[in-house]
């Protein structure tokens, strides 16, 4: 059974800075890999998605990587401002049809 | 264009009651899943429809159950609620099995 890991757990950071979010996954052969943002007790909203035969995307101030043999993804925001503040989940959806999600890394912007 | 839409917001019921949560698809998706998201969880997946069948079912019992309609709008039903339901249900439409998915709102379900 595939299994996401999102690690830290939670971070804060001072506005302006640039951060890093990893995400982890047991089994290699998915097809692909989407980012969400999800704002307290709100659903989630798409931020990129990663199909397996890609390497990276890219979307303003976001850019996710995927490293598909290593079971690494990470989420790389640029200039981190007090409204990127939320939890950010990671899901990996294999050849079944089913997404794995991760816990999600709670991210807070010290403006 | 509309989003993913849900209803209600929130419900709250007791246990071994039923309920029916519902959900509207991001216009020209076909294909909708079902997710439960417990506090402080990432979302499990319950199901997930194609063009009005079951595609794919996580781990949950059969008490989950739910439907899809021609127009691809679809429904969630949980018989014999247990305290451990409560949580919050969130539907994803995609444009076909394994694209992108675009999440609604959620419903939030208390069992008391």
């Known amino acids: 059974k595939q299994e996401v890991t999102q690690i830290p757990a939670a971070l804060s950071v001072p506005e302006g800075e640039n951060l890093v979010l990893n995400c982890s996954f047991t089994?290699?052969?998915?097809?692909?890999l989407q980012w969400f943002r999800q704002d307290p007790g709100k659903g989630l909203t798409s931020l990129l998605l990663?199909?397996?035969?890609?390497r990276e995307q890219t979307s303003g101030r976001l850019n996710a990587s995927l490293d598909k043999s290593s079971g690494r993804s990470t989420l790389y925001i640029a200039a981190s401002q007090p409204g990127d503040s939320a939890t950010y989940l990671c899901a990996v959806s294999n050849t079944g049809n089913q997404f794995y999600f991760g816990t999600g890394t709670s991210l807070t912007v010290i403006p | 264009e509309t989003g993913v839409t849900q209803s209600p917001t929130h419900l709250i019921k007791t246990r071994g009651q039923q309920v029916t949560l519902r959900c509207s698809s991001q216009s020209g998706h076909n294909t909708v899943s079902w997710y439960q998201q417990a506090l402080g969880q990432g979302p499990q997946f319950i199901f997930q429809y194609y063009r009005e069948e079951e595609n794919g079912r996580g781990n949950f019992p059969p008490r989950f159950s739910g439907l899809q309609f021609p127009n691809y709008s679809s429904e969630l039903n949980v018989n014999a609620l247990e305290l451990d339901d409560s949580a919050l249900y969130l539907c994803?439409?995609?444009?076909?099995?394994?694209?992108?998915?675009?999440f609604g709102p959620g419903t939030r379900l208390t069992v008391l």
């Open positions: 990663i199909q397996s035969s890609q």
């Open positions: 089994d290699s052969a998915i097809y692909n």
């Open positions: 994803a439409s995609s444009l076909a099995i394994r694209d992108e998915q675009f």
